[in-house]
């Protein structure tokens, strides 16, 4: 059943979407809130804007990650990842490998996600963390800045992750299908 919408003060019924109108979407650039939106369960969810800590962070892991692999992967920031049928998140940091297309990618072809976290910690935690389970991502981690923890997701199954631990920032953490990859948060994030 479709739901009913306000827009401009008329109401109106919200029509489903399937995967291939949102790709159509994000290729004309098309998507609700500027572009800067998820796609959850069927809807389009508005990301919250980046503040300094977290816009200056995403770089500085994107350059630790591109010195550790060189140009042996792709390493992509708030790209399109469809992770189910209804599902497009926007990963903060996203690691592929090269011959991979993006809207080919299926969870388990991720070498690693990366959600950088300050107001949106509990939907990183809690909701994204479900979904990348679900959908076989390996190595899920989000950079905790307030608390300055790293949270890793390891053994992904319908359920959610088998493995969560927290890491404090001075802890070093290699990516679990990357070897190459050891990054020490504390140096990265100085």
Request: cysteine-free; aromatic content about 6%; proline content about 7%.
């Amino acid at each position: 059943m479709n739901e009913k919408i306000r827009i401009d003060g008329e109401e109106l019924e919200s029509v489903p979407l399937h995967r291939a109108a949102v790709e159509l979407l994000i290729a004309h650039g098309a998507l609700p809130n500027g572009g800067r939106s998820e796609w959850i369960d069927g809807s389009f969810v508005p990301m919250t804007p980046a503040n300094a800590p977290h816009a200056s962070a995403i770089p500085r892991l994107s350059a630790a990650i591109i010195a550790a692999l060189g140009q042996s992967r792709q390493i992509l920031a708030d790209a399109a990842f469809f992770v189910a049928e209804d599902t497009m998140l926007a990963p903060d940091l996203l690691v592929l490998p090269l011959a991979l297309d993006l809207f080919d990618a299926v969870g388990a072809d991720a070498d690693l996600v990366i959600e950088v976290s300050q107001a949106t910690l509990s939907i990183d935690l809690h909701l994204k963390a479900g979904r990348y389970a679900q959908a076989g991502v390996p190595d899920y981690w989000v950079v905790d800045l307030d608390h300055r923890l790293l949270h890793v997701h390891r053994g992904p199954s319908d359920d959610g992750f088998a493995d969560v631990t927290a890491h404090p920032w001075e802890t070093p953490v290699t990516a679990l299908r990357l070897p190459a990859l050891t990054l020490t948060l504390s140096e990265v994030l100085a």
